[in-house]
Each structure stands twice: as structure tokens, then as C-alpha cells.
């Protein structure tokens, strides 16, 4: 009898449906700590799980992981749930992951911090993009479920504080796969009317079930969101990342709604006050007033008002008196100086000016013809002179010196011995 043998194949083969046939290896969750974990472009992920002694490698299709609310990392302690096989090809036995949760922490609370980490580097919950909230809105609009608590609080809480307000519902599915798409259409659609403020949110529920309002689509519609959004999800301790990208976040939808519109019972107190003390300063002002005249009304030019004109008529008998004394004193020095004009020699003896102007040239004639060194030399006399110099005295020459020596009728050149 030939001994029976089995190709390759046909053993990997008959392992493999030995493992497929097996209940516990067929739904099991293995635990251990992600490595070369990788995502090619076909979209299945591929990693090594393993704990401080050994370790198996392990797929996951595109198929499962797009049911993922993170993105798993190396290094990450995690839980998979799956089965293992063995890939025929290679003789090799892998775990097929069908989910993958941390170790310790659910896999929507690793999406949610993930994603709130994201969107804050990327700046979407600087308070300097945060648009102001108007104190008192015409028309405020609400994207909610429209059967849900929350809108009912929401009416009722605006009616209450503010009936003048107008209230556009957008009716949108709040949990479930198809709820974030719509929210993010209602958020589109509100922008087509005049709203002046847009409440989104829901009632109370457990992290699945606000999860639409933690999806990235819904965050970033309303980061892009024209209209101030006030955020009003779940209860005062719940988080969602729309709380942080929107431009105000409330604890509850009523809460959202009382810092959406003002008291109407606020304002009134507040405009009945402002009256009050406009009244009262009208009042004030106009006793103050009414005491100013009293006093102004007593003085004395108020009682006897031709006084002002007694005075000023003083002042310009005072002027017109003073101006004709001035008139007459400068009349009369005018006629003095004519006077003195009219009584001078020049006037009355013009001969006898004339003669003591020529008597007074004959004295200042003979006394330039007394100082004339030519009518000296005339007179016998002789003028000494070197370079052109008067020598006055004997002392001032020198044997040898020449000199020129002028007379009446010459000069004579000659040198001193």
C-alpha cells in the first residue's frame, strides 16, 4: 500500500478549514500592542499585534475599517475582535480584524480627542474667528430633530423671554449614519434665509448617540457657518467637538436659548429705571435751573434795567467831554505855533536875515584867506618839504637829506650840508 502524502496546498489548505470550523478562533478578541501598522492605497491596513513574548500579524480590510471612528497608531495598546485563518499563499496563519477598540478606552473617545486635536492645530477654535452673538435677534433659527424634547425647550424658552422673535425650525435626523449629512445640509440651508442666530443641537443621550455632532463635517460646516451658531447638545456635562468649533456653547438647548435672546421682563425693568432717572435728571436739571433765574431775576439790573443805560450814557458824556477837551487844546496849540510863525524875522524882516547871512561869509572868507599858504609865500615866505612831507622844524633833517624848498615862483631842489 503507497504511503499517502499531501501537496503543499492541500495541507495549508486542510489547516485552514480545521481553523474555520473552530467556534473560538472564528470570533475572538485578542488583545495586545499594535506595531508596523500601515494603510496602503487599496485601503486595507496591515499590522503586527503582539505582547513582551510573541506576536501575529494581522489585516484589516477596507470593508471593516471605514465602520472605524479613529485611526489606530503604532504603539497603541488595543482589543481586536476577528478570526484567524491561514493565508493559504504563504502557509501562514493572521488575524482578519473586524474592529479594533484601545485597550481600557472605547474607540468613539480615541476618535473624539483625535479629532478635537486636529481641528485645534488646525486653528478652527481660536477665539479670534468666533463671530459675536446679537443681543437682540428678529429672527433666530433652530437645526434640530422637530419632534425631539429639545426643540420644545428651545420654543418655549425663546416665547417666554422674548415673543417678539421669530423661530425658523430646519428638521434634521440628530443620531444615527445619515444624521451628520444632514445636519450639514440644514446648517446650508439656513444661510438662504435672514437669520440673525442658528441654535444647533439635541436633547441628552450617551456618546453614540451624539455622535453626529462630533463628525468632521458637521465641525467644519459649522466653522464655515455665515450665521453665529450657539451649540446646545446634550447636557451640561456633555462635550462634542461642535461645542468647541461653535461660536458659543451651551449646556442644554434650553440654555442655548436663554443666551440666544434677552428678558423681555429685563429690558422693560431696565428701560422702566432709564426713565426714572431721565425724569429725575429733567427734574434736577430743571430746579437748578428754575433757582439760577430766581437769582439772576433779584440782581439789580433785572429790577431797574435803565441803570445799564444810565451808565453807558456816562461813559459817552465822559468820552464827548474828554474829546472836546482835546479838540480845544490842540486848536490852541496850533494857534500859538502859527502865531510865533506869523511874529518871526523871517517874516517880518527878511533884509536883516539876509545881511547877517553875508556878514557871517566875509568873516569865514578873510579867515580862509589868512590860513592860504599861497598868499604865505606871497608874502616872502617859503615852504620846506621832503618827499612831499612840510618840515616844520630843523631838527627833523639831516646833513645829506634833499629837500625841496618852494617859493612863490618855484622850487628849488637842494640837500642839506
Keep these: 500500500m503507497d504511503n499517502q502524502y499531501f501537496t503543499v496546498s492541500q495541507i495549508n489548505k486542510y489547516l485552514n478549514n480545521k481553523m474555520k470550523t473552530d467556534t473560538t478562533l472564528n470570533n475572538i478578541y485578542i488583545k495586545g500592542e499594535l506595531s508596523n501598522y500601515k494603510t496602503y492605497p487599496s485601503g486595507h491596513s496591515y499590522f503586527t499585534l503582539k505582547d513582551s513574548t510573541s506576536q501575529i500579524n494581522g489585516v484589516m480590510f477596507r470593508g471593516n475599517k471605514r465602520y472605524l471612528k479613529f485611526e489606530p497608531q503604532n504603539g497603541m495598546n488595543v482589543i481586536i475582535k476577528g478570526k484567524i485563518e491561514v493565508f493559504e499563499r504563504n502557509g501562514q496563519y493572521q488575524l482578519y480584524a473586524s474592529r479594533i477598540t484601545e485597550d481600557g478606552v472605547g474607540e468613539l473617545h480615541i476618535a473624539f480627542e483625535q479629532l478635537k486635536k486636529k481641528l485645534k492645530n488646525e486653528g478652527l477654535f481660536d477665539e479670534k474667528h468666533k463671530k459675536e452673538i446679537p443681543k437682540y435677534p428678529k429672527v433666530i433659527g433652530v437645526i434640530t430633530a422637530q419632534t425631539g424634547a429639545a426643540i420644545r425647550d428651545i420654543i418655549t424658552t425663546i416665547n417666554r423671554r422674548y415673543p417678539q422673535c421669530k423661530i425658523l425650525v430646519f428638521s434634521t435626523l440628530v443620531q444615527g449614519d445619515l444624521a451628520a449629512n444632514q445636519i450639514v ?68 438647548p434650553t440654555a442655548a436659548a436663554e443666551l440666544a435672546v434677552p428678558d423681555i421682563n429685563e429690558i422693560k425693568y431696565k428701560l422702566k429705571n432709564y426713565f426714572n432717572q431721565l425724569n429725575k435728571s429733567i427734574n434736577d436739571k430743571l430746579i437748578q435751573n428754575k433757582d439760577k433765574i430766581e437769582e439772576i431775576s433779584k440782581k439789580q439790573i433785572f429790577k431797574n434795567p435803565e441803570t445799564i443805560y444810565d451808565i453807558k450814557k456816562m461813559d459817552l458824556d465822559n468820552c464827548i467831554s474828554k474829546f472836546d477837551l482835546a479838540s480845544k487844546n490842540i486848536i490852541i496849540n496850533n ?67 634833499e629837500v625841496d624848498i618852494e617859493f612863490n615862483d618855484g622850487t628849488v631842489h637842494t640837500k642839506v650840508i
Aim: charged content about 25%; glycine content about 6%.
Design 185 to 252: 445640509e440644514q446648517i446650508r440651508n439656513a444661510q438662504n434665509y435672514t437669520i440673525d442666530t442658528l441654535i444647533v443641537g439635541r436633547g441628552g443621550g450617551s456618546i453614540e448617540d451624539l455622535w453626529s455632532f462630533n463628525e468632521e463635517i458637521v465641525a467644519r460646516e459649522i466653522y464655515s457657518c455665515k450665521i453665529p451658531i450657539i451649540s446646545a447638545v446634550g447636557h451640561e456635562i456633555d462635550y462634542t467637538i461642535s461645542d468647541f468649533v461653535s461660536d458659543l456653547r451651551a449646556p442644554t
Design 335 to 401: 494857534k500859538n505855533k502859527l502865531f510865533k510863525l506869523e511874529n518871526s524875522i523871517v517874516l517880518t524882516n527878511p533884509q536883516l536875515i539876509t545881511k547877517t547871512k553875508k556878514e557871517r561869509y566875509i568873516r569865514n572868507l578873510g579867515k580862509l584867506e589868512a590860513l592860504n599858504p599861497i598868499l604865505t609865500l606871497k608874502r616872502g615866505y617859503s615852504i620846506v618839504k621832503t618827499n612831499d612831507e612840510i618840515i616844520s622844524s630843523a631838527k627833523k633833517l639831516n646833513i645829506g637829506d
